[in-house]
């Protein structure tokens, strides 16, 4: 199982191999609100994926179109709703609204 080690507090938790980095983060006690139902479409799951980029699922057309909408982006963001987890570990920072 991937470890999730959420920047800055450090905090790290285990998930499961496939799932969405949005469900992980719930069973981890830090939700983050989605507006689509994990669709890829609201842009309220927006996460900084720190380290570990090469180990999860591929960014899809809809996470790009839905990204370019967004304020405050960079190279690292990503939809938590459409990040499958793989067996890497990965580092990841929520953005302050
Ligand atoms: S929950 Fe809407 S884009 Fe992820």
Not at 18 to 44: M, V
Request: aromatic residues 2%.
């Amino acid at each position: 199982m991937p470890m999730i080690t959420l920047s800055p507090s450090g905090k790290t938790w285990e998930a499961p191999v496939g799932a969405t980095l949005l469900a992980a983060l719930a069973d981890a006690g830090d939700p983050i609100g989605g507006k689509c139902e994990g669709n890829g479409k609201c842009g309220a799951c927006h996460v900084f994926i720190l380290e570990g980029r090469k180990g999860i699922s591929k960014t899809t057309r809809q996470e790009n179109e839905t990204l370019d909408a967004l304020v405050g982006v960079s190279s690292k963001s990503r939809l938590a709703c459409q990040v499958t987890l793989g067996e890497e570990p990965i580092t990841i920072e929520i953005p302050q609204l």
